[in-house]
């Protein structure tokens, strides 16, 4: 039997958890041979929306930093509840270097055979900088990273911007193999004639406020004129004003309602700034509107959307920068695409979004 593994310390609460990490559990463990345990370090216990196949593995942590004397008790509240036959054949993956850790410091305290232990990055740690509470866990963050890249021989990234990032800033093991897994999305598209609308889902963040109202009323206008509305959607940092231009404001909602809702709607926008933040990033939102086969709206520089670009060069007509809006026909071609086009947006956003592709890339990664 194939046994993963997965643990996570800590940050288990919000929609980008319940999707990267519970929903690919919740679709791999329907794999035909494997078996899946998930492993919650964390202050709460939050397992709501797993598969009940799931075996789950809660043990509180201690402080929401991990210190060395810490390990032991860790490794025993493991041992105690992981339950695996002798034959099974073990894969660990591991969100971030923290659980990264903890699950290489089992290993070697038990002596296990793990057919691949795999550090999992989803961002770049300069995002600690950002606010004045979390940048003094900068330097501490930091050295964890370095510490997690210096012990890992399978590395996986969100992007290859994150790649880069990460070969270039650390002394990453000479030995490590480092691969691109982008975030997963369970939405598919939906046939509906004459979809119209642009759509910009939660909070606003990673990009100055001032800049996206500017950027946003640029898109609005040109569209207006044609009939279509821009919505906020989820968004609870406010308004801004918006809604006096004609853009609509939508309360949040649960994410099944968000899946039936956003069908409704043409268009995606994503706004960021050309930080490397957002160059290493692959926003959540950005998987979900490809896989629906919703054209995307975007400003700054985002890693996902470059490596599906390259990935798919025909759908570079789909994924529009904002700087290329500047009159109308080029609305007016946007206007123009069609179901038949966001059909083939959505086939090949599956390919590589698509949880099933994510799952399968992972299998690979982990066998290689």
Same mark, same amino acid.
């Given at each position: 039997?194939?046994?993963?593994?997965?643990?996570?310390?800590?940050?288990?609460?919000?929609?980008?958890?319940?999707?990267?990490?519970?929903?690919?559990?919740?679709?791999?463990?329907?794999?035909?041979?494997?078996?899946?345990?998930?492993?919650?370090?964390?202050?709460?216990?939050?397992?709501?929306?797993? #598969?009940?196949?799931?075996?789950?593995?809660?043990?509180?942590?201690?402080?929401?930093?991990?210190?060395?004397?810490?390990?032991?008790?860790?490794?025993?509240?493991?041992?105690? @509840?992981?339950?695996?036959?002798?034959?099974?054949?073990?894969?660990?993956?591991?969100?971030?270097?923290?659980?990264?850790?903890?699950?290489?410091?089992? /290993? @070697?305290?038990?002596?296990?055979?793990?057919?691949?232990?795999?550090? #999992?990055?989803?961002?770049?740690?300069?995002?600690?900088?950002?606010?004045?509470?979390?940048?003094?866990?900068?330097?501490?963050? %930091?050295?964890?990273? %370095?510490?997690?890249?210096?012990?890992?021989?399978?590395?996986?990234?969100?992007?290859?911007?994150?790649?880069?990032?990460?070969?270039?800033?650390?002394?990453?093991?000479?030995?490590?193999?480092?691969?691109?897994?982008?975030?997963?999305?369970?939405?598919?598209?939906?046939?509906?004639?004459?979809?119209?609308?642009?759509?910009?889902?939660? %909070?606003?963040?990673?990009?100055?406020?001032?800049?996206?109202?500017?950027?946003?009323?640029?898109?609005?206008?040109?569209?207006?004129?044609?009939?279509?509305?821009?919505?906020?959607?989820?968004?609870?940092?406010?308004?801004?004003?918006?809604?006096?231009?004609?853009?609509?404001?939508?309360?949040?909602?649960?994410?099944?309602?968000?899946?039936?809702? /956003?069908?409704?709607?043409?268009?995606?926008?994503?706004?960021? #700034?050309?930080?490397?933040?957002?160059?290493?990033?692959?926003?959540?939102?950005?998987?979900?509107?490809?896989?629906?086969?919703?054209?995307?709206?975007?400003?700054?520089?985002?890693?996902?959307?470059?490596?599906?670009?390259?990935?798919?060069?025909?759908? %570079?007509?789909?994924?529009?920068? /904002?700087?290329?809006?500047?009159?109308?026909?080029?609305?007016?071609?946007?206007?123009?695409?069609?179901?038949?086009?966001?059909?083939?947006?959505?086939?090949?956003?599956?390919?590589?979004?698509?949880?099933?592709?994510?799952? #399968?890339?992972?299998?690979? /990664?982990?066998?290689?």
């Amino acid at each position: 039997m194939n046994h993963l593994v997965y643990f996570t310390f800590g940050g288990q609460e919000g929609s980008v958890y319940a999707t990267q990490v519970k929903q690919l559990l919740n679709y791999w463990c329907k794999r035909h041979g494997w078996k899946v345990t998930l492993i919650q370090i964390a202050d709460d216990k939050n397992f709501n929306g797993l #598969d009940s196949s799931i075996e789950q593995i809660f043990i509180k942590r201690k402080s929401k930093l991990l210190f060395s004397f810490q390990f032991n008790a860790y490794l025993r509240a493991i041992k105690n @509840e992981l339950q695996f036959r002798s034959d099974d054949t073990l894969y660990f993956n591991s969100r971030g270097a923290s659980a990264f850790s903890i699950a290489t410091k089992f /290993i @070697e305290v038990y002596n296990l055979d793990v057919q691949c232990n795999n550090l #999992d990055v989803r961002g770049t740690i300069e995002e600690f900088k950002i606010s004045n509470f979390r940048k003094l866990f900068y330097l501490y963050f %930091k050295n964890e990273t %370095k510490k997690a890249l210096k012990k890992a021989t399978s590395i996986t990234t969100v992007t290859s911007n994150l790649k880069e990032h990460l070969l270039s800033s650390f002394n990453i093991n000479p030995q490590a193999k480092i691969n691109v897994n982008p975030t997963l999305s369970i939405l598919e598209n939906s046939f509906k004639s004459n979809k119209k609308n642009i759509a910009y889902i939660g %909070k606003i963040a990673w990009i100055d406020v001032k800049v996206f109202v500017e950027q946003l009323l640029k898109i609005n206008k040109l569209f207006l004129s044609h009939g279509w509305n821009i919505s906020i959607i989820g968004n609870s940092s406010g308004s801004f004003g918006l809604e006096a231009h004609g853009v609509k404001i939508v309360e949040r909602m649960t994410p099944d309602e968000l899946a039936e809702y /956003i069908t409704n709607y043409h268009t995606g926008i994503v706004l960021r #700034d050309n930080s490397i933040i957002n160059k290493v990033a692959a926003p959540c939102k950005i998987s979900d509107y490809l896989c629906l086969g919703m054209p995307v709206i975007y400003s700054g520089e985002i890693g996902s959307l470059k490596d599906f670009t390259a990935q798919f060069p025909e759908c %570079k007509k789909f994924i529009v920068h /904002i700087n290329e809006f500047e009159n109308n026909a080029r609305v007016e071609q946007h206007l123009a695409i069609n179901q038949d086009d966001l059909s083939l947006l959505s086939m090949n956003a599956q390919k590589y979004f698509g949880v099933e592709a994510v799952i #399968d890339r992972y299998i690979t /990664i982990f066998n290689s």
